[in-house]
C-alpha cells in the first residue's frame, strides 16, 4: 500500500474532512487543512473520529482518489479540489469516477436491504427533506447526555477564549444577517438543556431552521435565557 484516503470527523457537529497520508495508517493524523485546524484546537482531538475510505497502491492513484471522494463527499472543512497538492483544480480520471460512484451505488443498495420498511420510509424522508433545504431531525430529537456534555465542554473553552473585540463583532454581524429584525435574535436561548448564543447560533447547531426555533419557542420547547 502507498498510502491511503481518510475523513476526520466531528463528533459534536458532523463536519467532515478528507484528506491523503502516504503510508501505513496514523490514528494520531487528522488533517493539515486550515479550517481542520481551527477546529481541532476550538473542539478538542478527543471529539474527533478519524476513519480511512480507501488504500492506494501508487501515487497516482492516491491524487485521483483524493480528489473523487472530495468532489463526492463534498467535506466542510476543506478548501482545496485535492490531487497533486495545494488548490489544484486536477480531475481524477472518468473511469475511476465511476467506479467510486458504482462502489457507493452498491453500499447504499446493501444497506437498503439490510433495513427495516420503518427506517427505509425514514432514510426517504430525510434525503427528499434534505434535497428540500429542511431539516431532517424531527422536533422531538433530543442530544444525549454524552454529546450534551462535550457541547457544554467546548463552548466553555471556546468562550474563554473570546475576546470582548470578538463578541462586539459577532453581535453585529448577528444583528446583520438577512432576515434578523429583532433582538431575540441575539438573545441566548435554551434548547434540550443546551444553551446557545441565540436563535440563528441554535438552528445552526441542531440543524433546523431559524421559523423552526422561533415555533419550538411558541410551544415551551425551547425558551429566552434572560
Not at 467532515?16 to 487543512?33: A, C, E, V, W
Request: aromatic share 8%; net charge positive; glycine share 8%.
Amino acid at each position: 500500500m502507498f498510502g491511503y484516503i481518510y475523513e476526520t470527523t466531528n463528533l459534536i457537529n458532523g463536519k467532515t474532512y478528507i484528506g491523503k497520508r502516504q503510508g501505513k495508517f496514523d490514528n494520531t493524523y487528522y488533517g493539515s487543512g486550515m479550517i481542520l485546524k481551527q477546529a481541532l484546537k476550538k473542539y478538542g482531538r478527543q471529539n474527533f473520529k478519524i476513519s480511512v475510505l480507501a488504500e492506494c497502491d501508487t501515487e497516482c492513484e492516491l491524487n485521483n482518489a483524493e480528489v473523487v471522494f472530495i468532489e463526492q463527499y463534498n467535506p466542510v472543512y476543506n478548501i482545496a479540489k485535492g490531487g497533486t497538492g495545494g488548490d489544484t483544480l486536477a480531475r481524477a480520471s472518468k473511469s475511476y469516477k465511476q467506479e467510486v460512484i458504482a462502489k457507493r451505488k452498491q453500499s447504499m443498495i446493501n444497506t437498503w436491504s439490510s433495513i427495516s420498511e420503518e427506517q427505509r420510509e425514514q432514510w426517504g424522508k430525510n434525503i427528499s427533506n434534505a434535497k428540500k433545504g429542511k431539516a431532517t431531525r424531527p422536533a422531538s430529537y433530543t442530544h444525549s447526555e454524552e454529546v450534551k456534555q462535550r457541547i457544554r465542554e467546548s463552548n466553555v473553552v471556546a468562550a474563554k477564549s473570546r475576546s470582548t473585540n470578538w463578541k462586539d463583532n459577532h453581535a453585529l454581524a448577528m444583528a446583520a444577517r438577512k432576515g434578523v429584525t429583532n433582538v431575540h435574535s441575539q438573545t441566548p436561548v435554551l434548547v434540550n438543556g443546551i444553551v446557545y448564543d441565540g436563535v440563528i447560533v441554535a438552528a445552526s447547531a441542531l440543524n433546523v431552521s431559524r421559523q423552526t426555533m422561533h415555533n419550538w419557542i411558541k410551544k415551551g420547547k425551547a425558551t429566552y435565557v434572560n
